[in-house]
């Protein structure tokens, strides 16, 4: 049984904003942009962005033709092994 627990805040950022947490989350990022470039058309430019803010954090963003590819987004984030949250879009 745990009697006493203290959270290490230096500790677990230096884990979040370190290379081992920047190449899994570049990793996942890179194939969820190779998932989703074979389900739109080829002019459609899929690309992906990393940066570091209390976290090691990567987008994947989908433009250039106008229509929004939410659902091949989720699609491509689900079959490169990630749990998605679906909310429904911001007004």
Same mark, same amino acid.
């Given at each position: 049984m745990?009697t006493?627990f #203290?959270?290490d805040s #230096?500790?677990l +950022?230096e @884990?979040?904003?370190g290379p081992?947490?920047r190449?899994a @989350?570049a990793?996942a990022a890179d194939?969820t +942009? +190779?998932?989703?470039r074979?389900? *739109?058309?080829? #002019?459609?430019?899929?690309?992906?962005?990393?940066?570091?803010?209390d976290?090691? #954090?990567?987008?994947?963003? *989908?433009?250039g033709?106008?229509h929004?590819?939410?659902q091949?987004l @989720?699609?491509?984030?689900r +079959?490169a092994?990630?749990?998605v949250?679906?909310?429904?879009?911001a007004?």
């Amino acid at each position: 049984m745990i009697t006493n627990f #203290r959270r290490d805040s #230096r500790g677990l +950022a230096e @884990i979040l904003k370190g290379p081992e947490m920047r190449a899994a @989350i570049a990793a996942a990022a890179d194939q969820t +942009a +190779a998932n989703v470039r074979g389900q *739109v058309p080829a #002019r459609v430019r899929v690309t992906t962005e990393h940066e570091v803010t209390d976290r090691q #954090r990567a987008t994947v963003l *989908v433009a250039g033709d106008g229509h929004p590819h939410r659902q091949e987004l @989720i699609r491509a984030a689900r +079959a490169a092994g990630l749990e998605v949250h679906e909310y429904p879009p911001a007004q």
